[in-house]
């Protein structure tokens, strides 16, 4: 089973009917960068729990209601009183998005430490569930314990910067999490904060060389990359008309999990022993199911027949 951990929250996003320089009605989309990597890889149909704090109120019973009809088990998932947490969306004329949050006192920063189940292979962290006390120091621990017992962990910081009160300080931390990684994914807007005034593919290179197995860099209409001990391999974006691009990173991190666990390659020894043609299949899976992302609204990843067909 692959677990995924770290927060779900409700996007706030325009209505498209809205004329510029007006403010119109916002949409309530389920989302959280986490949330969207369970939610896509259940409809992907690999293993998926998800292992998170949700709101008793009206949102959190709406996300659990979706996590169980895309297929996610539930059975890690905590509820408290907390408010959900709210991000305010505002989209660019390409479609790309920048986000406002409203954390403080909200349900996904107290999530509480526990076991994960024994049939766990992998787990999968990231974006505000590692930024965001306590819930970050409650997600750490559980990177480090599974990882010591032999868990695949993937990572995407998914970096919302806004919410990073002291980057030298999260940057070290980040630095401190490698070792225990598999597959480091990120975007290269990740890659440019994490390692300011470097070379993207350097800096994916160098992380590379610190632990996981592969680093894998989005790069938006450049397509994506993986950065391996043996290279880098690189496959194009697919073109679609894009309504938004919310959840498309997410969507590459769950579809690439669910390659390599159809393929009994879980493990950093797979991964590192993956060949340059198993590497375009899986980064050619992740890019067609990303742009069935991004094609429509707020984050919908596909279900495993939409790729078939």
Request: overall charge negative; some cysteine; proline content about 7%.
């Amino acid at each position: 089973m692959i677990v995924i951990g770290g927060e779900a929250l409700v996007d706030l996003v325009p209505d498209p009917s809205t004329p510029d320089g007006e403010l119109g009605p916002l949409h309530p989309l389920l989302g959280g960068g986490p949330y969207n990597v369970a939610i896509a890889l259940g409809r992907l149909g690999a293993p998926v729990a998800f292992y998170a704090k949700l709101s008793t109120d009206q949102f959190g019973d709406r996300m659990l209601q979706r996590l169980t009809e895309s297929e996610v088990d539930t059975s890690l998932v905590q509820r408290g009183p907390e408010p959900t947490t709210l991000a305010v969306v505002g989209l660019e004329p390409n479609g790309s998005a920048r986000y406002s949050f409203h954390t403080e006192g909200t349900a996904a920063r107290f999530v509480a430490d526990r076991p994960l189940p024994v049939e766990t292979t992998a787990l999968c962290l990231g974006t505000l569930g590692m930024v965001l006390e306590p819930g970050a120091t409650t997600y750490e621990k559980a990177l480090f314990r599974e990882a010591e017992r032999g868990v695949f962990i993937a990572l995407d910081p998914n970096v919302r910067a806004d919410l990073i009160a002291d980057p030298d300080a999260y940057r070290a931390r980040f630095a401190s999490w490698l070792p225990s990684v598999g597959l480091l994914k990120v975007s290269d807007d990740d890659a440019e904060w994490l390692a300011p005034g470097r070379d993207v593919l350097d800096a994916a290179r160098e992380w590379q060389s610190r632990g996981p197995a592969a680093v894998v860099v989005t790069r938006g209409a450049d397509g994506i990359t993986a950065v391996t001990s043996e290279g880098e391999i690189t496959v194009p974006g697919r073109r679609v008309e894009v309504a938004d691009t919310i959840g498309a990173g997410d969507t590459v991190q769950a579809a690439l999990l669910a390659w390599l666990d159809r393929n009994g390659a879980l493990s950093p020894e797979k991964v590192r022993a993956l060949d340059a043609e198993q590497w375009e299949r899986a980064l050619a899976f992740a890019a067609s199911a990303a742009a069935i992302t991004v094609s429509r609204a707020g984050a919908e990843p596909p279900w495993s027949s939409e790729l078939d067909a």
